[in-house]
């Protein structure tokens, strides 16, 4: 048997400094994004409903933040949520 040395390195290693071992890697990460997967690329009506769920996700992280920012500004200014029930023209906000 012969011995590899103390300076070369494994098999292994050597493979994942391989050209072939980074293009199948890139191949597997772009896999894994939803987005470039071949079938909602070719079908317009999933690639449609990807779109709308991604504005939909956008316009619910609009609306989060805005809720958010008037809590603060209610709790700073120590104001109610609500309006008086008595109260006949507009709330706080």
Known sequence: MKSR???????LVVHFKSKSHGAALERYDNFLV???????????????AEQQREAV???NCTVVSTSIDVSRFLSRQSLAFRRHSGD???GIF
């Open 57 to 59: 996700f956008k316009y």
């Open 5 to 11: 040395g103390k300076t070369k390195e494994s098999k």
């Open 88 to 90: 006949e023209g507009e």
């Open 34 to 48: 939803q987005k470039k997967h071949i079938d909602l690329i070719l079908d317009s009506r999933r690639q449609q």
